[in-house]
């Protein structure tokens, strides 16, 4: 039911993400191999997610160019339905 111009920006909001997060999501894979050690795997998970969260946080494309037009949509949107 969403237009095809939605299913498309999320598309390309998940391959940008996807490209920001590359290297520590690599990082964390060689780690991950190359581990000797039993971890518990949900703790484990919970620390790799926000590892991967900070690096999308702290991309500078993301603040400064496309979070400010995404909360500017949501803020019309939030309008039309007020």
């Known amino acids: 039911m969403r237009p095809e111009s939605l299913d ?9 993400i996807d490209k920001v997060v590359e290297n520590e999501w690599k990082e964390l894979e060689s780690d991950l191999s190359s581990s000797r050690e039993l971890t ?5 998970e919970e620390k790799n997610l ?3 969260t ?8 993301m603040q400064q160019k496309i979070i400010p037009k995404i909360n500017k949509l949501l803020k019309e949107l939030s309008n039309l339905l007020d």
């Open 8 to 16: 498309n920006l999320i598309l390309k909001l998940d391959v940008y």
């Open 40 to 44: 518990l795997i949900k703790q484990k």
């Open 50 to 52: 926000q590892v991967l």
């Open 54 to 61: 900070n690096a999308v946080d702290e991309d500078e494309t």
